[in-house]
């Protein structure tokens, strides 16, 4: 069985700051790890995923994220937020080579963008 | 392009009444998964129709629920009876089969579920 933690519930940051969202996953097989954000009264968008290959990926909006299989972590950065970056963030994990709908979600971070 | 639509945005139920929830896939998607956010918790995985069919639906709570496909369009989520347990936002997504590696999934923006 797969499960996610993200480490902080809310992150407040001012404008043009750098910000990171924290995720750790347990898993005894391999995964598929995603980041997703939702803006308020919106559905979930993917920001992007990890499925093989390079441990660093680059997702839209500036996000980028990198996989540590060692730590067992998917931390989401960007350098320089900006306002309309105020949204919530969910982490999640699914089985390796399985569907990528069947997933299993961090309870989400609430990211706040002051200026 | 139209995106995943649900319906009704919002519900206000009381205990015991039956509710029907309603997704709309992207046209031409044969994927559609059903999820619960509770307040407070994590978002759960609920179900995955293939066009029609259940592929998965070990996400299912308990058999008050019942999640239809029919004619691999749109889908249908009823809750009957509803409990005071089963207020949350329910959100449907959707994808094409083109392979594992480049399924995409396009979220709808949910139906916010109040039982009173």
């Given at each position: 069985a797969q499960s996610v933690t993200q480490l902080d519930s809310q992150v407040p940051v001012f404008e043009e700051a750098p910000v990171e969202l924290r995720c750790n996953y347990s898993s005894s097989v391999s995964v598929y790890l995603f980041w997703y954000v939702q803006y308020p009264n919106q559905g979930l968008q993917l920001l992007l995923k990890y499925l093989s290959g390079s441990t660093l990926v680059k997702g839209i909006n500036g996000f980028e994220a990198e996989f540590n299989k060692s730590q067992t972590s998917f931390h989401l950065r960007k350098p320089s937020v900006h306002i309309s970056d105020t949204a919530e963030y969910f982490c999640a994990v699914t089985r390796g080579g399985g569907s990528q709908g069947n997933l299993i979600f961090g309870k989400g971070t609430k990211l706040s963008v002051k200026p | 392009e139209a995106g995943v639509t649900q319906f009704p945005?919002?519900?206000?139920?009381?205990?015991?009444?039956?509710?029907?929830?309603?997704?709309d896939p992207i046209s031409g998607h044969d994927n559609l998964y059903w999820y619960r956010r509770v307040m407070g918790k994590e978002i759960k995985f609920l179900l995955h129709f293939v066009k029609e069919s259940k592929q998965d639906e070990s996400g299912m709570p308990n058999?008050?629920?019942?999640?239809?496909?029919t004619g691999g369009t749109y889908s249908t989520l009823k809750v009957q009876p509803a409990e005071l347990e089963d207020s949350g936002v329910y959100f449907c997504a959707s994808s094409q089969i083109d392979g594992r590696i480049n399924e995409k999934l396009f979220f709808g923006s949910g139906t916010q579920l109040s039982v009173l």
């Open positions: - | 945005s919002h519900s206000v139920i009381e205990k015991g009444q039956t509710v029907t929830l309603r997704c058999n008050r629920f019942l999640a239809e496909r």
